[in-house]
């Protein structure tokens, strides 16, 4: 698993015109899911996301995680973060997940960081979303569930 963080002040994604999910304070997490990926990818990454110190502190440094703060997430499936770019002008998405696979293992993630009390919002799995946010830093990570991202 793949995933994009964002340290935002807000942030929403929209599906035909509705909102469907809505943060204050937190992060904005992009999750593609490759070929191979299991549960315990997921589990891993939750764990990260959940305890990665990149909040500030009172005197401005990155000490406090997401639990912290209380913060929320909003959590968005983005199966592009698995495109491969190296071979012509079009990207090759073989290494994703089917959709039915990384389907289950996004909710599981969801449910993994619900189940130790974060607040999470989502997007519509499989949809044209729209997602803005307000990245505040900017504050950014790319997350490896293989290439030891382990807290």
Same mark, same amino acid.
């Given at each position: 698993? *793949?995933?994009?963080?964002? +340290?935002?002040?807000?942030?929403?994604?929209?599906?035909?015109?509705?909102?469907?999910?809505?943060?204050?304070?937190?992060? &904005?997490?992009?999750?593609?899911?490759?070929?191979? #990926?299991?549960?315990?990818?997921?589990?891993?990454?939750? @764990?990260?996301?959940?305890?990665?110190?990149?909040?500030?502190?009172?005197?401005? *440094?990155?000490?406090?995680?997401?639990? #912290?703060?209380?913060?929320?997430?909003?959590?968005?499936?983005?199966?592009?973060?698995?495109? /491969?770019?190296?071979?012509?002008? /079009?990207?090759?998405? #073989?290494?994703?997940?089917?959709?039915?696979?990384?389907? +289950?293992?996004? @909710?599981?993630?969801?449910?993994?960081?619900?189940?130790?009390?974060?607040?999470? @919002?989502?997007?519509?799995?499989?949809?044209?979303?729209?997602?803005?946010? +307000?990245?505040?830093?900017?504050?950014?990570? &790319?997350?490896?569930?293989?290439?030891?991202?382990?807290?």
């Amino acid at each position: 698993m *793949k995933a994009v963080i964002q +340290r935002v002040t807000a942030a929403s994604v929209t599906v035909g015109g509705a909102t469907v999910g809505t943060i204050g304070p937190g992060l &904005v997490v992009l999750l593609g899911i490759a070929k191979g #990926d299991g549960e315990s990818d997921g589990r891993l990454l939750a @764990e990260k996301i959940r305890t990665l110190r990149i909040f500030s502190d009172d005197q401005g *440094k990155m000490n406090r995680s997401l639990v #912290d703060v209380g913060g929320s997430v909003l959590l968005v499936s983005q199966f592009t973060l698995l495109g /491969r770019t190296s071979a012509g002008r /079009r990207p090759s998405f #073989d290494d994703a997940a089917p959709p039915d696979v990384a389907a +289950r293992l996004y @909710e599981q993630v969801a449910a993994e960081l619900r189940g130790q009390g974060t607040r999470v @919002e989502t997007g519509r799995f499989g949809a044209h979303m729209q997602v803005d946010l +307000r990245n505040d830093g900017p504050v950014t990570f &790319v997350l490896d569930s293989r290439q030891g991202s382990a807290p």
